[in-house]
């Protein structure tokens, strides 16, 4: 079972401080995501990466960047964090089965709240 | 956009009691997968499907396979711990990312 580890569990950060949420798989997945879940949104993709060193923008990638310095672990950064950004943050991970989609892991989630 | 619309947005059922959940495609989709998130917060994958149908206890889930148009999850004799909110995420033709609907909350009543 591929387990994906986030934190901070919760944080809370003030407007205009820098936030990095961390996120670590060990099933060594190519792929790793983050997405934010807000009421009503269901999940939105910020960024994603397909390996080490590789980031790529997802649906909803203004104000964050990402960071995926190996293959175990892929990091969201909020340089200068705003209030809409309260929201809860998940990490995923997976492996590409050929043509077809990947079943994706899912770590626990941060929860954040900018004041 | 390509879109996911998930119906119902809320249910609520009595123990025992048979559900079905419906995610609409508006176009073609290669895959969906099928997700549990519990009052935690913490999300499961349940099913990925491209085609066909697939089964697991009281959980059946169904991939419309002509059209690729929509998909759905039934829930036979839901217990309590089927409360939660379910997603459905699908991965359009030529890409695989995947587009999430905005789930279903499922209350399991005593």
């Known amino acids: 079972e591929a387990a994906v580890t986030q934190s901070p569990r919760n944080k809370v950060a003030v407007t205009g401080g820098k936030v990095t949420l961390s996120c670590n798989q060990t099933n060594n997945h190519n792929n790793m995501y983050w997405y934010r879940q807000d009421t009503g949104h269901g999940l939105r993709l910020i960024h994603y990466?397909?390996?080490?060193?590789?980031?790529e923008k997802g649906d909803i990638p203004d104000g964050y960047k990402a960071s995926r310095p190996s293959q175990e672990n892929f990091s969201l950064i909020l340089e200068l964090a705003t209030p809409s950004q309260t929201s809860v943050y998940f990490c995923?991970?997976?492996?590409?089965?050929?043509?077809?989609?990947?079943?994706?892991?899912f770590g626990s989630g941060t929860r954040l709240t900018v004041l | 956009g390509d879109q996911v619309e998930q119906s119902p947005s809320a249910l609520s059922l009595h123990e025992g009691t048979d559900s079905a959940l419906r995610c609409n495609f508006t176009?073609?989709?290669?895959?969906v997968q099928w997700f549990r998130q519990n009052s935690r917060g913490s999300l499961i994958s349940l099913f990925y499907l491209a085609s066909g149908t697939k089964e697991n206890g009281r959980l059946k889930s169904a991939f419309d396979s002509k059209e690729r148009r929509y998909s759905t999850l039934h829930i036979r004799d839901a217990q309590l711990e089927d409360s939660g909110t379910y997603f459905c995420?699908?991965?359009?033709?030529?890409?695989?990312?995947?587009?999430w609907g905005s789930g279903t909350k499922l209350i399991i009543k005593p």
């Open positions: 176009t073609t989709m290669r895959s």
């Open positions: 995923a991970s997976g492996e590409t089965g050929g043509s077809s989609a990947e079943t994706l892991y």
């Open positions: 990466s397909y390996g080490a060193g590789s980031t």
């Open positions: 995420a699908a991965e359009a033709r030529g890409n695989y990312q995947l587009i």
